[in-house]
């Protein structure tokens, strides 16, 4: 009787440790499951050939951001089915799973930010044109000033954040 009670001591041991190295594994997985489902994916609308959309999207990506991109036949189209009037427009459109709109260079900070504020009657944000210095067009040391528009479902805008030069 003590023979066996010393041969399944150990194996009672193992697999406890077999179990306990199981639990953490499932631990470790489901956090990597809740970090993953805390990233915001948006879908990227752009020309196959626009190389500073390229830029924001890898800008996007390395604040956290998933984007998956496509590229429609009809942007402009799209822009128009979203509300972001000509006068916001960029050269790519990004849209959020909660049906936010960002239109243009604007900077990862700034849509984390936004989506942590979700301001009321929003539609989404916009940095019309192409803003030298922005999130995807580099170009040196050289920035250009520019501000961040609040797009509202109304049709209206404010500005939102504004981006300095120098800061």
């Not at 631990?27 to 990597?32: G, L, P, S």
Request: with cysteine.
């Amino acid at each position: 009787m003590f023979n066996i009670v010393r041969l399944l001591l150990p194996l009672a041991f193992l697999l406890g440790l077999t179990a306990c190295l199981e639990t953490e594994q499932q631990t470790q997985k489901n956090n990597a499951n809740e970090e993953l489902s805390s990233l915001v994916q948006l879908d990227v609308f752009k020309s196959p050939t626009c190389q500073c959309c390229d830029g924001w999207v890898s800008h996007a990506k390395q604040h956290g951001f998933i984007s998956t991109t496509h590229h429609p036949l009809d942007l402009n189209e799209l822009k128009s089915k979203w509300g972001v009037a000509p006068q916001y427009q960029s050269c790519h459109t990004a849209v959020s799973k909660e049906g936010y709109v960002f239109e243009g260079h604007i900077p990862a900070q700034v849509i984390q930010r936004f989506l942590a504020e979700k301001p009321a009657n929003a539609l989404g944000l916009a940095v019309p044109g192409m803003p030298i210095g922005s999130p995807g067009m580099e170009m040196g040391d050289r920035r250009d000033d520019y501000d961040v528009l609040l797009l509202k479902k109304d049709g209206g805008s404010q500005v939102y954040a504004r981006i300095r030069a120098n800061s």
